[in-house]
């Protein structure tokens, strides 16, 4: 049995319809096994929260950062509401043992996958707070759970890319610009494996895959940043 009360107590907000909140938490793929359940699932909630969420955290940077550039303050913004930051604050509040999942779904612990659905969840919840609190509710849980990020954010520069971020610490400590090589590619057109390799110069620092050359690179640039040997 799922406590919701328990769970309100940690989100610090006692809704008005409690049944906004359980529906935050219900997967598309919960209802395919349970038709009569008696909640929709989360994805219409999700849709506003995600609303929600951008401009109460655009607000809030454009306000409190009145001389920083706008490429600077967009940078922050989607370092604080994409997937993995919302899965970690999912997983701060215990959000986890409260989804509704299906079968296959609850099985599926740790994965890509699953930090979606947390993510998404999370978003649910802010768009729960918003209807049944209204936008000053949702400011203070955003501003609480979710900008507090910030400031680790800046002081280890996680606003940057690993591809950026790599590029900054090469140039910092050698000078040389890293470049990017397509090692190997593999498999049919609709579901590729890219191997990229990371240079400094001739030298592979790293490797990464993906189902993109994109997605590759970043996975390699990341490989590269756990690399003290360059």
């Not at 401009?55 to 509401?81: C, K, Q, Y």
């Not at 612990?109 to 949702?138: C, F, H, T, W």
């Not at 110069?201 to 050359?213: A, M, N, R, Y």
Request: glycine share 6%.
């Amino acid at each position: 049995m799922k406590d919701f009360a328990k769970l309100e107590e940690i989100l610090d907000i006692k809704f008005k319809n409690p049944d906004l909140l359980k529906q935050s938490v219900v997967h598309r793929s919960y209802l395919n096994e349970h038709p009569d359940f008696e909640l929709h699932h989360n994805e219409r909630l999700e849709f506003l929260g995600d609303a929600v969420l951008e401009i109460i955290v655009t607000e809030i940077l454009f306000h409190e950062f009145m001389d920083t550039p706008e490429g600077d303050l967009t940078n922050w913004r989607a370092s604080l509401v994409n997937y993995r930051m919302l899965a970690e604050v999912a997983n701060e509040l215990g959000l986890e043992k409260y989804l509704y999942l299906s079968k296959g779904e609850s099985k599926d612990k740790n994965s890509k996958a699953r930090q979606y659905i947390l993510a998404n969840a999370m978003e649910a919840v802010i768009g729960a707070i918003y209807l049944d609190q209204g936008i000053k509710p949702a400011k203070k849980f955003v501003k609480a759970f979710i900008l507090s990020k910030l400031d680790n954010i800046l002081k280890n520069k996680l606003y940057l890319d690993p591809k950026s971020k790599f590029q900054e610490k090469s140039q910092e400590t050698s000078g040389i610009t890293p470049h990017y090589k397509v090692l190997s590619e593999s498999g049919p057109d609709h579901a590729k494996e890219f191997v990229v390799g990371l240079y400094l110069h001739d030298e592979l620092i790293s490797q990464g895959k993906g189902t993109s050359k994109q997605e590759a690179q970043v996975a390699a640039a990341e490989e590269g940043l756990k690399n003290k040997n360059w």
